[in-house]
């Protein structure tokens, strides 16, 4: 267990539909960061946010977007899905005071987009 | 786009024998990661070499570093059926400006035969 929390496990939508998936980083950690996780293009960062704040972005769609609350946990918008945004989409954390440079990993939400 | 490219995409051999995946990366890093993730389900961070490293080990895994060539190799010795799995070389994104998330390849995916 990674201490990472993701909610849901899995998600089943319909094109043009909009969801958010939520993450709770492992105690104590200030960073998130969400990536995306396809057959084709395989593990594709996202987003970070460190303390409530942007950090870096990557291949986010303009589409998605995210945020991170005063209490840590992010929550990554999804909207007008397309098929092509059927993936694994995982959220991981880093950040204590001793950071070994290493990302802990959630198990993950996976979107099915029909 | 990947900045770490495995090598083979995928590897099968029979128990109790070495495995040894590669990984090439393009730009200079801080050090380079290597995770493990079982059909499915959440990376697991198994050792980080820092880019002053030549080797480095843990239980039954070596990991070398090449800066010169720019290339990274895995291997597990005395292989088990639990070793199967996909495994993702990851190098640091950033040096500064605080944002340090991971830069992930494609992986091999190794089969370990009974």
């Known amino acids: 267990d990674s201490g990472v929390t993701q909610t849901p496990k899995h998600l089943i939508t319909a094109t043009g539909q909009r969801v958010t998936l939520r993450c709770s980083p492992r105690s104590g950690d200030l960073s998130v960061y969400w990536y995306q996780q396809s057959l084709d293009q395989g593990l594709q960062f996202l987003i970070q946010?460190?303390?409530?704040?942007?950090?870096a972005k990557g291949n986010i769609l303009e589409r998605f977007s995210a945020q991170q609350f005063p209490d840590l946990h992010s929550e990554l918008n999804l909207s007008s899905l397309e098929l092509g945004d059927s993936a694994l989409y995982f959220c991981?954390?880093?950040?204590?005071?001793?950071?070994?440079?290493?990302?802990?990993f959630g198990e993950g939400s996976r979107l099915t987009v029909l | 786009s990947q900045q770490g490219e495995e090598d083979p995409q995928a590897l099968s051999i029979q128990e109790g024998e070495n495995a040894t995946m590669n990984c090439s990366y393009k730009t200079s890093i801080n050090n380079l990661q290597w995770y493990r993730q079982n059909s499915g389900r959440g990376l697991v961070h198994l050792i980080l070499i820092r880019s002053n490293e030549r080797e480095k080990h843990s239980g039954r895994l070596r990991v070398t570093l090449d800066t010169s060539k720019k290339s990274s190799s895995l291997l597990i010795t005395a292989s088990r059926a639990a070793d199967t799995a996909s495994y993702f070389c990851a190098t640091r994104m950033y040096s500064g400006g605080g944002a340090d998330g991971l830069t992930f390849g494609k992986g091999t995916h190794l089969i370990i035969q009974p």
């Open positions: 991981a954390s880093s950040g204590r005071v001793k950071n070994t440079g290493e990302l802990f």
């Open positions: 946010y460190y303390n409530g704040e942007e950090r």
